[in-house]
């Protein structure tokens, strides 16, 4: 069975930083870009983050740029979103998805995880 | 950044209704456009890539067309099942959401 698990969110402080996992199973994960979508509470999906399977091209919405890394480790089947300067904007479920396709460049996302939450608060 | 627009943002509706949604985005997209289903609580299910192609396991109830700029997602008859939001998604320029529609009970 196709597979995506998250894990490492939680209550967090303004300003703190945290990092998500994304444990893949099921299909040959290196050959799949992967995203992070996150949802805040009561609004819509916003795409965060894209990663190349080979994990040598990354890609960010301008709302997170250089406050969030993406990255991945292969040999573990695991994708990471590092996140830094946490901001109250941030408070939302992080969805880890995968590309339906294997190909270069955008795709739909046909896989995606339960989701972790992440609430940033004083 | 390409914007992508539905309508409406709630439609109420019965079971056994023929709906449709509307998704425009700010360019032409190629077709490159996708629609998820997605419940409270849970996340988002793919229905529907390249515009009309239908995904594996979704009922045919469900379908999608448009071109350029102007999608819609059709569902044939209503089912209990359906009532859900639904966001369409463009992948032509990176990956950007509609801003949902609900389909509720009427």
């Known amino acids: 069975e196709v597979q995506l698990v998250e894990s490492g969110g939680g209550l967090l402080q303004p300003g703190g930083s945290l990092r998500l996992s994304c444990a893949a199973s099921?299909?040959?994960?290196?050959?799949?870009?992967m995203s992070w979508v996150r949802q805040a509470p009561g609004q819509g999906l916003e795409w965060v983050s894209a990663?190349?399977?080979?994990?040598?091209?990354?890609y960010y919405a301008d709302s997170v740029k250089g406050r969030f890394t993406i990255s991945r480790d292969n040999s573990k089947k695991t994708l990471y979103l590092h996140i830094n300067s946490l901001r109250v904007e941030d408070t939302a479920v992080y969805y880890c998805v995968k590309d339906r396709e294997v190909a270069a460049g955008a795709g739909a996302f046909d896989i995606w995880g339960q989701g972790t939450m992440v609430t940033v608060s004083s | 950044d390409i914007q992508m627009t539905q309508s409406p943002s709630t439609l109420s509706a019965s079971v056994g209704d023929r709906v449709t949604i509307t998704c425009r985005a700010s360019q032409s997209i190629n077709g490159w456009l996708a629609w998820y289903q997605q419940k409270p609580g849970k996340a988002p299910k793919l229905l529907i890539y390249?515009?009309?192609s239908l995904e594996s396991g979704v009922p045919s109830r469900f379908s999608g067309s448009g071109s350029g700029t102007e999608f819609t997602l059709t569902i044939s008859s209503l089912q209990p099942d359906d009532f859900a939001t639904y966001y369409c998604?463009?992948?032509?320029?990176?990956?950007?959401f509609g801003q949902g529609t609900k389909v509720e009970i009427k």
């Open positions: 990663i190349s399977g080979s994990g040598g091209s990354t």
């Open positions: 390249k515009a009309s």
């Open positions: 099921g299909f040959i994960f290196s050959t799949y870009a």
């Open positions: 998604q463009q992948y032509n320029n990176y990956w950007t």
